[in-house]
């Protein structure tokens, strides 16, 4: 069974940079594409950054320039580096392995949500 640990959130002030940690268990997570996802409150879950099995990176036009997502096959971990957090950015962030590569489009994710890591960014 394949469980997803995000971890790394936390409160930032406006301006401020935060790593976010996702980590994979009962599946080798270099085989998928990985994005990271984020729910802010009274929205749906939405995509804001993919990661290729090659190192293929996409991202919504939201955090583009602002946040890095990487890899490290070796840990079975991805990562998302975010830096100069603005308070929209606010939301519970989630990880999961996902269809489709990089393409934002349309897609499936492949495991069950983990608990996500809550982002506060304060203004």
């Known amino acids: 069974q394949v469980q997803l640990v995000e971890s790394g959130g936390g409160l930032v002030q406006a301006g401020g940079s935060l790593r976010l940690s996702c980590a994979a268990s009962?599946?080798?997570?270099?085989?998928?594409?990985v994005g990271w996802y984020r729910q802010a409150p009274g929205k749906q879950r939405e995509l804001i950054a993919a990661?290729?099995?090659?190192?293929?990176?996409n991202y919504a036009d939201s955090v583009k320039g602002r946040f890095t997502i990487s890899r490290d096959n070796a840990k079975n971990t991805v990562y998302l580096q975010m830096n100069s957090l603005k308070p929209e950015d606010t939301a519970v962030y989630y990880c999961?392995?996902?269809?489709?590569?990089?393409?934002?489009?349309?897609?499936?994710?492949?495991?069950?949500w983990g608990q996500g890591t809550l982002v506060t960014v304060s203004s």
């Open positions: 990661i290729t099995s090659g190192g293929i990176t």
């Open positions: 009962g599946t080798i997570f270099s085989n998928n594409a």
């Open positions: 999961n392995r996902k269809t489709g590569g990089s393409v934002f489009g349309m897609f499936r994710v492949l495991d069950a």
